[in-house]
């Protein structure tokens, strides 16, 4: 007889991992949740933006941290065409803004990182798992950096990990893979750091309103996925 799948409990994770990949990037990890993977790298430059602070002698005084999304054309049924789109930059701006609040960036200064996440299979929630990968491969890469003296004292504030909640049937729900994102009535993207501090928070009323209630019933669901991601964070660092 065929085995049953085991359903998941809407307060549940999907199965996910992170754990080291082969680059040539100071930092480099795959994350997997679910279905979804994402290759999250994090590069190292010496030359950071010319707009950042320098003090009267020409030094840089802060440093800086970005990202780049980009779904691989095979991520997809339909091949991803390759190239920036409106979606791709909003969701690359979204994971630069997050890792910028997980890092003190006068402790690196003249030191430029940029996180890539490259979306190798594409199902639900493919931003955030980039959030919560290109973290871990930030650390890689701060830690790198470290060690070759580009980094003097640690920057690194904290972990800061993301996650999709949504409301499904009338109940709210963790971790949306596609099948639950495309009948979700409300869709919401969370970020927070390791204080439980809320970083971002993305919700939509995709078929129509949602209450206090519901919101405040999501957001703590939200808080208790992002810290058992950040539990698996810390492990993969």
Known sequence: MPTKTKTRNRSELRPTTIKRYPTAAAGSVMIEAGKTKVLCTASISASPPKWLPRDEEGNYTSGWVTAEYNMMPGSTPDRKRRGPDSRGTEIQRLIGRVLRAAVDMDKMPGVAITCDCDVVFADGGTRTASITGAWVALAHAVNAAMKKGLIKK???????????????????????DYPLDVRAEVDMNVAMNHKGDFIEVQGTGEKGTFSREELDALLDLAGKGIRKLIKLQRSAV
């Open 154 to 176: 640690n920057p690194l504030i904290g972990p800061v990990a993301a996650v999709s909640v949504g409301v499904i049937d009338g109940k709210p729900t963790l971790d949306l």
